[in-house]
Each structure stands twice: as C-alpha cells, then as structure tokens.
C-alpha cells in the first residue's frame, strides 16, 4: 500500500462520518436491522447492505440505520423494524434485497407501509 495523501484521509473522514450519521443522527426514519445469531444466519447482514446502499442511491439524509438483537421471531428472519416519524412501528418478515427495495421505495421515502411483507404494524400487546 502506498502513502496516504490529504485526500484519501479525507475520503476516509467521510466515510466515517456518514456512518456515525446513520447511527446516531436524527432523522424521520428509523429503520432496525435484527441481527441476532439467527437474522444473521438468515441473511441480516445483506439485508442491511441493502438498506445502505438505497440510502446512498437516493441521498437520503433523514434515516437513521441501527442494529439490535433477535426479536424472538428466528423463523421469520431476516427482519427490520421501521419506526416513520409520528407512524406506529412496523416489522417486516423474511427480507431480502427485492422486498429491501419496495419497502425502501414505498414506506422509508413514502410512508406507505407494504402489507404483504409486514408482520405487525404497532407495539406487540399480550392481554
């Protein structure tokens, strides 16, 4: 590898600022990628992936990207939460990088939420 030049350190700098704003930034949408041993093994890791790239392609600025653990629902990973700004959560099921896009498309950009891909819409109540 050769010297880094002022650019290069300062393509790096923003790399990692772009993520620090995806963590921690505020945003109007939240979107929980659940990567517990079992969404990984399902596919989590692409699903994320997916999620970042659509991010990057449409420039968007006002999503937050977080991980969590296993929501408790392993046969139905990959799963994400999306938290839209004064919408209920809503969790969507066996994910991959085709339904990322309808539901990046749809609800993250939109606020339309896709019910063939949704599992719950709101907070989980047991009576």
């Known amino acids: 590898m050769g010297k880094l030049k002022i650019e290069d350190l300062d393509k790096i700098s923003e790399s ?3 993520r620090i704003s995806l963590r921690e930034g505020a945003g109007k949408v939240k979107i929980t ?3 517990g041993t079992c969404g990984i093994a399902a ?13 990057e392609i449409h420039n968007a600025k006002d999503i937050i990207v977080v991980t ?4 408790g629902l392993c046969s ?6 999306i938290e839209y700004e004064n919408q209920a959560p809503v969790k969507y099921i ?12 749809e609800h993250v950009l939109h606020g339309k939420i896709v019910p063939e891909y949704a599992l719950s819409i709101g907070s989980e109540r047991i009576q």
């Open 33 to 35: 990628v659940h990567m």
């Open 68 to 71: 969590s653990g296993c929501a």
């Open 43 to 55: 596919g989590a890791r692409n699903v994320m992936t997916a999620f970042l790239n659509e991010i």
């Open 76 to 81: 139905k990973e990959p799963m994400v939460t």
């Open 94 to 105: 066996e994910l991959n990088e085709e339904k990322v896009k309808k539901i990046f498309d």
């Open 16 to 18: 990692v600022r772009k």
